[in-house]
């Protein structure tokens, strides 16, 4: 083979895994992207097609798990599935405690650098349930009880 073909080729082959490592970061974005958008809650005002949209949105990115580990009030996972009566672990990662809220009746403190489990019924049914840290009433994850 000549070097002008060879050089072709070296070319081309860069060319191509540096598009397909572009792809990659781009999906791997709107992935995580999809993840926060679940942590923007329907309000009082929102119509029934948006609260459908919202549960099919977590729906589709909830992560069947029964750990969620938290780090300054940030959730891993983000989005999670459980099914209904089954234990989930809360961990927390931190130097200080953390009240985790689901709903008014279903807060838990997380002691410094440890671990709780709760019983996944926050709720009479299934659904969606997100929750919050400390004082802040940002939602910071959310859970499907399945």
Not at 11 to 24: D, P
Not at 28 to 40: C, D, F, G, H, V
Not at 71 to 88: A, L, Q, T, W, Y
Request: proline share 4%.
């Amino acid at each position: 083979m000549n070097s002008k073909l060879t050089k072709k080729i070296i070319i081309a082959a860069v060319v191509i895994i540096v598009l397909v490592v572009a792809v990659y970061v781009i999906y791997q974005n709107e992935e995580l992207s999809n993840m926060k958008l679940t942590l923007i809650t329907p309000t009082v005002s929102s119509t029934q097609a948006e609260r459908g949209q919202y549960v099919s949105l977590v729906t589709k990115n909830a992560v069947p798990t029964d750990t969620i580990e938290i780090s300054s009030c940030s959730p891993n996972p983000i989005d999670s599935s459980v099914v209904k009566g089954d234990e989930i672990t809360i961990i927390n990662n931190d130097a200080v405690s953390h009240k985790i809220s689901f709903t008014p009746d279903h807060s838990f403190v997380v002691g410094t650098s440890s671990s709780i489990m709760i019983k996944a019924d926050f709720g009479k049914t299934a659904g969606v349930y997100p929750f919050q840290c400390d004082s802040s009433t940002s939602t910071i994850g959310v859970v499907l009880v399945k």
